[in-house]
Each structure stands twice: as structure tokens, then as C-alpha cells.
């Protein structure tokens, strides 16, 4: 049985541990996250040759964006949770890329039609005001993530705390771009599995992934926690899963 000092170890080295960009590097070793089966960057990479503007949509850090190769002439990437901002800023002012903080998906502040290919992962967005700021012809490459995600993780700490996106899945973000005048150009969904090897790593994910539980606090499932860390030692791991979709969209 693993002893309560074990436990407070690893509960207070999350809670001092420093989160910045989306550098995950605290979870080495202690968690893992299987991949979907196609390659979401060597997809945005095969548009690049032909583009002429691109945005990335919520770039994070930055990270993802500035390891692309020759990048169109104009590049511009939006960020909407501020402690991003302006490690996103220093990674890529120097690059020419401006760095645009935003809180409404519908309010985007660029012109109509500014550019020909935008790239999403893992963030929201408006499939109208996607067809504002898209030229005629231009492309919409999104990976998301589904509205289940991590489902037995929020089953054990907070069973009683619906999933504000469950019904987020690839038929219906499918459907929104649909209505708004998209042709859809490839579709795919692939399920993950998570597999959290320590206590820390769960309560670490949970303080960074704040929407996974609303209102997260070790204080608050203390007791939650402890038998799961328990758990985690009988079998060595707390496993859970999730969903991943890829939509390739075309403005008509």
C-alpha cells in the first residue's frame, strides 16, 4: 500500500511546478498519449509550396509554427489564452509573425478573404468566420480534439460534473463547415488512449488543462486523489481515452 508521505511528494512537486508556452516537459516518462494515425504537421507542411498566407490558429507558444519550413511571405497566428501571448510574441516577432490575441472566434481581427490556407489544432473556431477570412479556393486543416476527451479520468475524480462538449465530435464540426459553404476535402477520427503513470501527472495536467475539470483543486478531491494514487500503484498506471478528428475544408 503506498504511504502517505509518497503521496504529498508528488502532490506538492505538481503544485510547484511552473507551466509555460504548452511545454508538457514535467510529464516526461510520467505520462503518455498515443498518436493518431496520420501526420498532422506533414499535412499543414503540403500546403505550404502554394501558399501565399497562412494563419495558424491558436499557436500556443508558438512552437509548432515556427518549426514549419519556408513559410509564406505573409504568416500570421492567433492565441487567445493570455499566458501564451507573449511567449508566442518572442518566439515569432523575430520570424515576421504577428501574433494576434483574440476572445471571440467570431470576431477574428483580419480582412475578408486575407489568406489561403489556415491551420487549427486543438482550438475552437467559427465556420462562418472562417469562409469571411478564407479566399475563394483556400484551405481549412483542423485537427481537434473530441468532446469526451479523457472520460475516465473525469469519471473518477468528478463523475457528477457533466462534459460541457460532449456532443463536439467530427460529425458535427463536419456539419458546421457544411452549412457554411465548405466542401469538405478528407475527414478522419482515431481514438487515443492517455496513460497517467503517477499522481502528480494527473493533478499537473489538471491544474495546465483547467476546462478538463471546472473548478479543480487538490483541496477540494483530496480524498479522490489519494485512492486514485492508490490505484495507480497496484496497477502502475491510470489509464483513460479520447478522440482525436481531422477535417481537410475547402472554401468554395
Not at 17 to 32: E, K, P, T
Not at 42 to 48: C, G
Amino acid at each position: 500500500m503506498p504511504d502517505q508521505k509518497t503521496f504529498e511528494a508528488y502532490i506538492n512537486e505538481a503544485n510547484k511546478a511552473h507551466f509555460s508556452g504548452w511545454d508538457f516537459q514535467f510529464l516526461a516518462n510520467r505520462f503518455f498519449e498515443t498518436e493518431p494515425p496520420w501526420d498532422y504537421r506533414l499535412i499543414a507542411r503540403s500546403y505550404l509550396p502554394k501558399c501565399s498566407a497562412l494563419l495558424d490558429m491558436g499557436t500556443g507558444g508558438g512552437e509548432f509554427l515556427s518549426g514549419l519550413p519556408n513559410l509564406p511571405p505573409f504568416t500570421a497566428a492567433t492565441e487567445g489564452w493570455f499566458p501564451n501571448l507573449e511567449i508566442a510574441r518572442k518566439r515569432l516577432d523575430p520570424l515576421g509573425i504577428i501574433v494576434h490575441f483574440f476572445e471571440r472566434d467570431d470576431d477574428l481581427p483580419f480582412k475578408d478573404q486575407q489568406f489561403d490556407l489556415i491551420i487549427n489544432r486543438h482550438e475552437s473556431f467559427s465556420a462562418s468566420e472562417l469562409m469571411r477570412i478564407l479566399k475563394p479556393g483556400g484551405t481549412f486543416i483542423t485537427q481537434q480534439v473530441g468532446g469526451l476527451d479523457n472520460f475516465e479520468l473525469n469519471q473518477y475524480l468528478a463523475p457528477d460534473i457533466p462534459f460541457p462538449f460532449e456532443n463536439w465530435n467530427l460529425e458535427t464540426a463536419v456539419n458546421q463547415l457544411q452549412k457554411s459553404g465548405f466542401d469538405i476535402l478528407d475527414k478522419r477520427s482515431a481514438k487515443i488512449t492517455y496513460n497517467f503513470h503517477d499522481i502528480g501527472a494527473i493533478v499537473y495536467y489538471l491544474k495546465v488543462c483547467e476546462w478538463q475539470i471546472p473548478g479543480f483543486s487538490v483541496e477540494k478531491y483530496l480524498n479522490q486523489l489519494y485512492n486514485l494514487h492508490q490505484l495507480i500503484v497496484e496497477r502502475g498506471a491510470f489509464q483513460s481515452s479520447g478522440e482525436r478528428f481531422l477535417i481537410q475544408a475547402q472554401r468554395i
